[in-house]
Each structure stands twice: as structure tokens, then as C-alpha cells.
């Protein structure tokens, strides 16, 4: 168990060495969902996540031989990072276990910080075992990712910042993969104000807390968004501290979270990762829970690549039908394809792709199939579009999003 001591001396350990991080409110946010909202900026840590808080708490509380043998730890990400930055900073050797189909750019970043990347096993769970072997046989110590008092105690600090600044939060939202993270929020918060509502997320595809919190078998599995919460097993210390101290826990869905990353994007001007948006996810889904409420939302992480936000900003773009795609089967002469185009133009809509197709065999010999990408402002105005090309004659068909 941690108590608001530990947070507070964690605290002591952390300052001057971490950023203390922006809580600021968000106004555009809070007209979208009807409640007061405040977002906690962990995205600006150096390394971009709030796991800098928990390694540098666990690294700073090391014996000098404990240093000199160094550390070891298990990680697909962000706690590769956090732990590899502060173990250089402190002169730790350092030596991170990664999944073998870990992508290049984060094993970069890890071994930029001055790590030693071992990739191994499929899955974390296979990495696991091989740090802790590694640790058994070198002496190492094993910095965990979530499931230990000092790395939770790190993370706890998020709470009293929090509510330093935004004093009047009735409910603060915090996302869960491990639970090293909710569980010092959850006892800074509850310690602070008795009062304070504390709501647990998780995506849909690992609802491990979920699920355990209610006596239920845990089936997790699939491609997420939010990969930095994709743990199958929530941690033994968050299943001794959380019970007594969650109003809920709730589950998103993968649109849901693309919804909220983009929001973060266009709204917020900041970029957020899947795990680090599942706080605003949760709004998202279900703003009349929260409506009139003053929420506090952890934007724990912002390490998402550049080409998944640019897609998810995409997807969302059709979602609100402002980018739009029309078959259309025309005479295969000239002329036709710049009425097509006179038609788009004269009602504002923006030509983004055109593609022809004559080989499908059900279009006629001398006919061909056309489509047509185009950028409109919204869902009626791409009914005007539609309803234009349909009078004069080209009975356009709508292609669903993602395609055909």
C-alpha cells in the first residue's frame, strides 16, 4: 500500500528533476461534452509521458552498489524511456527488455537515452520473464512498470498537482493498463479530498480491471489505438488499493478513442497518444454523465506517430462526412469527367482524388467507373452534392468510409 506521505516524498525527490506539468482548462472541450474540463499536459515531459515521475522515484531510491550493478526493466514504449532518460541522468547502467515486434522508432528513442535494448519474446509477457531472468543472474534491479509502492507513489504526484491548480475538480478520469497510475492518483486524490470522484478507463479490447473488479474472466486481445494500456493483467498493488477507492470503471471503444486523440489534435493544438486520450474518450462516449461537473482529465502520454495521427485525423474527417467519396458510373468520353468537376465546383466542394476504373465487369464496354474523393463542409452539404450529380444524370453512389 502507498499513502499520501509516500506521494509527498516522492514529491521531494522528483523536484527540480521533472517538469511540473501545466493543468490548464479547456474550454472548446468542455462545450463539447457540457462539463468544466481540465486537462493535466504529461505529454510535455521530456520523454512525452507521466512514467518519468515513477522511474525516477524508484532510480533515485537505489543503494550506491545498487547503482553500480544497474538496472533492468520490461517495456514496449513509454517506461523504456522514462527509465533509460533518468537512469543516464543518475549514471545507471541501464538495460531494457523490448518485444521483438517492438517498432524501430521506439527502440531508437530507447537506446538514444543510453539504454541497452535486448528484444525478445512476442509478447510482454515473454519480455517479462526474460528481464527478470536477466535480473537473477546479474543482479540488477527490476524497475517494474506499474506493479510497485515507489513507481506508484512516483505517479501520485500527478494528484496534488492537479489539485493545486484546479482546487474545485469533482472527478478526476484516469486511464488504466497496469494500474501503477490510477493507483497514485486514486490515494493522492482521495487523500486530498474525500469527495473526489475517481473513474477508471480502459479500452475495450483489455477490460482487465475491469473485469476484476467484478469477479469476471478477463478475455483481452486485438489491435488497439491505445496500446500503452493494452495489458492483459492488472497489477496485484492496484487490485489492494483501487476497490475502495474507484466510482467506477469504464470501457472505450477504438472509435471512441480515435475520436478523442483527434479532438486533442484540433481542439487542444496537442498531440496525445491512444492510452493518453482515454480520459476524453470516456466523455466522449457519455457526456451526460459528466454533464455540469468539473473533470480532470490525464493526458498521460503524447508518443504517437506521426502517420497513425495523421490517419486518425483522416478517419474522423469522414466521420463528419467533411471528406466524402461518390462512385459514379459515366460514358467513357470526353467531356464528361469536367462536367463531373463544373458540378463539384459550382457547390464548393474540393476535388482531393479522382480514380477511373474500366475493368470492372459491371460496368459497360464503353462506360467506366469513377471515383471521386472530395472535401465538403458537412453531412448537407454532401447531401447538395449528391442530390446535384443525381440531376444531372450521374447517380452517384456514396462509398462507406475506409473504402468500398
Same mark, same amino acid.
Given at each position: ?30 462545450? $463539447? ?6 486537462? %493535466? ?9 507521466? %512514467? ?15 547503482? %553500480?550493478?544497474?538496472?533492468?526493466? =520490461? ?22 527488455? &523490448? ?24 509478447? $510482454? ?36 498537482? &492537479? ?107 496537442? =498531440? ?10 470516456? $466523455?466522449? @462516449? ?10 480532470? $482529465? ?9 502517420? =497513425? ?49 474500366? =475493368? ?5 464496354? %464503353? ?14 452539404? @454532401? ?20 473504402? @468500398?
Amino acid at each position: 500500500m502507498i499513502t499520501l506521505d509516500d506521494i509527498d516524498a516522492a514529491a521531494r525527490v522528483l523536484k527540480g528533476h521533472i517538469l511540473r506539468t501545466p493543468c490548464f482548462p479547456a474550454p472548446r472541450l468542455s462545450a $463539447l461534452v457540457g462539463a468544466e474540463v481540465w486537462v %493535466k499536459y504529461e505529454n510535455q515531459q521530456v520523454t512525452a509521458s507521466f %512514467k518519468e515521475r515513477g522511474a525516477l522515484n524508484k532510480l533515485s531510491s537505489l543503494t550506491p552498489d545498487e547503482r %553500480k550493478r544497474g538496472v533492468v526493466a =520490461m517495456s514496449a514504449g513509454n517506461h523504456a524511456q522514462a527509465v533509460a532518460y533518468h537512469a543516464r541522468r543518475l549514471g545507471i547502467p541501464s538495460t531494457i527488455v &523490448m518485444p521483438e515486434g517492438t517498432p524501430f522508432v521506439k527502440v531508437a528513442a530507447t537506446e538514444a537515452h543510453g539504454a541497452t535494448v535486448v528484444l525478445h519474446g512476442a509478447t $510482454l509477457d515473454v519480455s517479462q520473464t526474460k528481464a527478470q531472468d536477466l535480473a537473477n543472474t546479474h543482479g540488477l534491479t527490476w524497475v517494474h512498470p506499474y506493479d510497485d509502492p515507489l513507481i506508484a507513489a512516483g505517479q501520485g504526484t500527478i494528484a496534488r498537482e &492537479m489539485l493545486e491548480d484546479a482546487p474545485d475538480l469533482d472527478t478526476i478520469i484516469v486511464p488504466v493498463g497496469g494500474g501503477g497510475l490510477m493507483s497514485g492518483i486514486a490515494v493522492g486524490a482521495k487523500a486530498l479530498k474525500p469527495s473526489i470522484r475517481m473513474v477508471a478507463v480502459e479500452a475495450q479490447l483489455y477490460p482487465s480491471l475491469h473485469a476484476a473488479l467484478r469477479g469476471l474472466e478477463s478475455v483481452c486481445g486485438g489491435a488497439t489505438l491505445a496500446e500503452g494500456i493494452a495489458v492483459k493483467h492488472v497489477g496485484k498493488l492496484a487490485l489492494s488499493i483501487l476497490p475502495a477507492l474507484l466510482e467506477d470503471t469504464v470501457l472505450v471503444s477504438e472509435t471512441d478513442i480515435e475520436r478523442a486523440v483527434n479532438a486533442y489534435l484540433t481542439l487542444q493544438k496537442t =498531440m496525445a497518444e491512444g492510452a493518453g486520450a482515454a480520459g476524453l474518450a470516456a $466523455l466522449l @462516449a457519455d457526456p451526460h454523465r459528466y454533464r455540469g461537473r468539473k473533470v480532470g $482529465l490525464v493526458l498521460c502520454g503524447g508518443n504517437i506517430d506521426p502517420r =497513425m495521427a495523421a490517419s486518425v485525423m483522416v478517419r474522423e474527417l469522414e466521420r463528419e462526412e467533411r471528406i466524402v467519396g461518390f462512385r459514379i458510373r459515366i460514358d467513357d468520353k470526353p467531356g464528361t469527367l469536367a462536367a463531373i468537376s463544373t458540378i463539384l465546383g459550382r457547390l464548393g466542394a474540393n476535388i482531393l482524388e479522382v480514380e477511373h476504373k474500366r =475493368m470492372f465487369l459491371d460496368v459497360p464496354a %464503353k462506360g467506366a467507373s469513377v471515383d471521386v474523393m472530395v472535401e465538403t463542409r458537412d453531412g448537407a452539404h @454532401a447531401e447538395r452534392v449528391a442530390q446535384a450529380l443525381s440531376e444531372e444524370g450521374f447517380q452517384p453512389r456514396r462509398i462507406p468510409a475506409g473504402g @468500398a
